[in-house]
């Protein structure tokens, strides 16, 4: 069985930055690619990065692309996710993911994963 525990997250003023960790146990696996999602009260889980074993290819949401960064260390199975200008509209419960299959393209939505971590809240204050 494979678990995936996240870290970090927190409180951070606007503008602020902070990072978010993943690490990876349990039996060994062959992940496709791993990724963050974030997922609001009332609203559905939104994809926010993810990050492609093969080749390190990264892909992000509009609504990030150029404040966070997806890196991972595939020796020990750990993703980070740092991100950079916090706004307050990034507060939510940020979850990491594992994708087994491979697919033409790195999934962007929450049924193309296969494990999930348990979230960690980041809150970013106005």
């Known amino acids: 069985q494979v678990q995936l525990v996240e870290s970090g997250g927190g409180l951070v003023q606007a503008g602020g930055s902070l990072s978010v960790s993943c690490a990876a146990s349990?039996?060994?696996?062959?992940?496709?690619?791993m990724g963050w999602f974030r997922q609001v009260p009332g609203r559905e889980r939104e994809f926010v990065a993810a990050?492609?074993?093969?080749?390190?290819?990264?892909f992000y949401a509009d609504s990030v692309k150029g404040r966070f960064s997806i890196a991972t260390d595939n020796a020990k199975n750990t993703i980070t996710l740092r991100m950079n200008n916090l706004k307050p509209e990034d507060t939510a419960v940020y979850y990491c993911?594992?994708?087994?299959?491979?697919?033409?393209?790195?999934?962007?939505?929450?049924?193309?994963?296969?494990?999930w971590g348990q979230g960690t809240q980041v809150t970013v204050s106005s």
């Open positions: 993911a594992a994708a087994t299959q491979r697919t033409l393209m790195v999934p962007r939505i929450s049924s193309g994963y296969d494990y």
């Open positions: 349990g039996r060994t696996f062959n992940y496709y690619a």
């Open positions: 990050i492609r074993r093969s080749d390190g290819g990264t």
